[in-house]
């Protein structure tokens, strides 16, 4: 009876307890990256072909522009039609996109970064802003429609925040694969200004995932600034789960590969 108690479960088989390795690092990285319009996003997450090949989730029309900057490198791109972020397509489809197209292309990339080794592969997408909605209405599409069959006339449906537990269970669940699988991910999204009420606050919040913070190691934030007549694009460290101390830290024209050393 003693010895059952330092067993764990898991299925139907009773699990030992492990020791944990303290002495190792993590091997692959998971960046999330948001800035304003033109701040340069693209280009610091296509630096990281200079790690490995590169397979980037393209939501984003104007990606196609900023690709020629890296001539050489090993990039590869899921390009997904504009027409899936826009608000007609029926739930159903976009569930169907979900299951039969983004995970299978995950699934892939992801094969090929095992077959390489820890962080010798990256996966990106550009970008969460637009694909969250997308997840949004393919889970919440359905209960949409459930509740406006049974609604009386000019009653409105309502979301309710426990609706969108099956969303969030696939966002988490995506943004943890590349983790599990040692294979480096990087997430951008735009910024937007914050307003109270005496306007602008001069502070910038992402429009993504609100758990994305929560699940990758570092978050960092691309923007611009004036410096002797001239325009510098930098980008700041917001968050780093791997030191504190490196928070609030800025770069001028940095690279994503500086962060993975």
Not at 95 to 102: I, S, T
Not at 214 to 227: D, F
Not at 228 to 238: K, W
Request: with cysteine; charged share 30%; glycine share 6%.
């Amino acid at each position: 009876r003693v010895a059952a108690t330092t067993m764990r479960v898991e299925g139907t088989k009773l699990m030992p307890w492990e020791r944990v390795d303290t002495e190792s690092r993590p091997r692959s990285i998971s960046i999330g990256l948001h800035g304003g319009q033109k701040s340069g996003k693209s280009h610091l997450m296509l630096s990281a072909s200079e790690l490995g090949p590169l397979y980037v989730y393209n939501f984003d029309l104007g990606l196609d522009e900023v690709f020629p900057k890296f001539p050489g490198k090993e990039i590869y791109q899921a390009k997904y039609s504009p027409e899936l972020l826009e608000p007609h397509i029926p739930w159903q489809e976009l569930r169907k996109f979900l299951d039969k197209q983004l995970l299978p292309d995950m699934h892939d990339a992801l094969a090929h970064g095992r077959k390489a080794g820890p962080g010798q592969v990256t996966v990106a997408m550009d970008m969460v802003t637009q694909f969250w909605p997308l997840v949004q209405d393919a889970f919440l599409g359905e209960i949409r429609e459930r509740r406006e069959k049974v609604a009386k006339a000019g009653e409105e449906v309502r979301i309710f925040p426990y609706d969108y537990k099956d969303a969030n269970k696939f966002m988490n669940a995506l943004l943890r694969m590349p983790s599990e699988a040692e294979v480096n991910a990087i997430w951008i999204a735009e910024s937007k200004a914050v307003w109270d009420s005496s306007g602008p606050t001069g502070k910038y919040e992402p429009s993504w995932f609100g758990a994305l913070p929560y699940r990758v190691k570092l978050v960092l934030r691309a923007w611009k600034r004036q410096k002797e007549g001239r325009t510098e694009q930098v980008v700041t460290i917001e968050d780093c789960r791997f030191d504190s101390d490196y928070e609030g830290m800025t770069w001028v024209r940095p690279e994503i590969l500086r962060y993975a050393d």
